[in-house]
């Protein structure tokens, strides 16, 4: 069974951080593509961050340009989301989702290039 399982989600602190795992379970992550959302309470989801099989090129949203950092370590199969001064405005559930089409700057956070999806990880920035 095909499976993203996404950890890492806590309460944090204004200006606090966070790493979230996106790890890969009964498949090998290194021919996707991996992509991070979120939903916050009331919105709609919305993408986060993408980055390609190689780790070479990476996508991120304007609000968080500079705070996030998308990696990943195929040998462990997981993919990681650092989060560094965050926000109040992050508080969200975040989900990782796996997918082999490409992808542009202006495309990489339409949920249909993705074919699977995490079950998601709450982080809630609050003091």
């Known amino acids: 069974q095909l499976q993203l399982v996404e950890s890492g989600g806590d309460l944090v602190q204004p200006g606090g951080s966070l790493r979230l795992s996106c790890a890969g379970s009964g498949f090998s992550l290194d021919a996707y593509a991996i992509g991070w959302f979120r939903q916050a309470p009331g919105k709609e989801r919305e993408g986060v961050s993408r980055?390609?099989?190689?780790?070479?090129?990476?996508f991120y949203a304007d609000s968080v340009k500079g705070r996030f950092t998308i990696s990943r370590d195929n040998a462990k199969n997981t993919v990681y989301l650092q989060m560094n001064s965050l926000k109040p405005a992050d508080t969200a559930v975040y989900y990782c989702?796996?997918?082999?089409?490409?992808?542009?700057?202006?495309?990489?956070?339409?949920?249909?290039?993705?074919?699977?999806w995490g079950q998601g990880t709450q982080v809630t920035v609050s003091s």
């Open positions: 989702a796996a997918g082999k089409r490409g992808a542009s700057g202006s495309t990489w956070y339409k949920e249909g290039l993705y074919d699977y």
């Open positions: 980055i390609n099989p190689s780790g070479i090129s990476q």
